[in-house]
């Protein structure tokens, strides 16, 4: 069984950083793509940005410019680093690691930005 492991969420004013990390534990292979979604209160889960084993990074565009995300392959984890955190980035932000055709999520963790 696949664990997403996520830890780095909390209380920041706005203009402030954040770093979120979750690590992958299990029987796995190396996934082949993780990543971020988050999901505010009242609207749906939507894509952060994600990162493949290649090194190719995908990102919403409201976080362009704003939020890195890297990985460590060898350990299956996956990392965000957020600044300039506005009152909009609030939500629960939601590891994912996908080995096609399967797809694991952690638990989420809570990002509040205060104005």
């Known amino acids: 069984q696949v664990q997403m492991v996520e830890s780095g969420g909390g209380f920041v004013q706005a203009g402030g950083s954040l770093r979120l990390s979750c690590a992958a534990s299990?029987?796995?292979?190396?996934?082949?793509?993780m990543g971020w979604y988050r999901q505010a209160p009242g609207k749906q889960r939507s894509l952060v940005a994600t990162?493949?084993?290649?090194?190719?990074?995908t990102y919403a565009d409201s976080v362009k410019g704003r939020f890195a995300i890297s990985s460590d392959n060898a350990k299956n984890t996956v990392y965000l680093q957020m600044f300039s955190l506005k009152p909009e980035d609030t939500a629960v932000y939601y590891c994912?690691?996908?080995?096609?055709?399967?797809?694991?999520w952690g638990q989420g963790t809570q990002v509040t930005v205060s104005s």
């Open positions: 990162v493949t084993t290649g090194g190719t990074t």
């Open positions: 994912y690691g996908e080995t096609a055709p399967f797809a694991y």
């Open positions: 299990g029987t796995i292979f190396n996934l082949n793509r």
